[in-house]
């Protein structure tokens, strides 16, 4: 089984940073591509970020410019850089993967439990 573990979440002020982590275990073979999703309370999961393993990325409208999703492949971890947040950042957020257990199988998803940042002041 593949998990996922988040780490770095928690309160921060309007305007302040934070740097979410996601490193992937387990039966991997390799990983296509990773990223966030959020969600927060009466809004539609969406997806923040996501990175491929080659380094395409990709962001939601309302995060770019701010927030930047690197990886370290050789660790099978993706990072969310989060600057100058706002409020309306403050959600679940979710890490996700896409992934091959052995170069001829098929492509399967894992999901993380989810990670609250609050931005408040």
């Known amino acids: 089984q593949v998990q996922l573990v988040e780490s770095g979440g928690g309160l921060v002020q309007p305007g302040g940073s934070l740097r979410l982590s996601c490193a992937a275990s387990?039966?991997?073979?390799?990983?296509?591509?990773m990223g966030w999703y959020r969600q927060a309370p009466g809004k539609q999961r969406e997806l923040v970020a996501s990175?491929?393993?080659?380094?395409?990325?990709n962001y939601a409208d309302s995060v770019k410019g701010r927030f930047t999703i690197s990886r370290d492949n050789a660790k099978n971890t993706v990072y969310l850089q989060m600057n100058s947040l706002k409020p309306e950042d403050t959600a679940v957020y979710l890490c996700?993967?896409?992934?091959?257990?052995?170069?001829?199988?098929?492509?399967?998803?894992?999901w993380g439990q989810g990670i609250l940042v609050t931005v408040s002041s």
């Open positions: 996700t993967a896409e992934y091959r257990r052995t170069i001829i199988g098929s492509t399967l998803d894992a």
């Open positions: 387990g039966n991997i073979f390799r990983i296509s591509a």
């Open positions: 990175i491929t393993s080659g380094g395409s990325t």
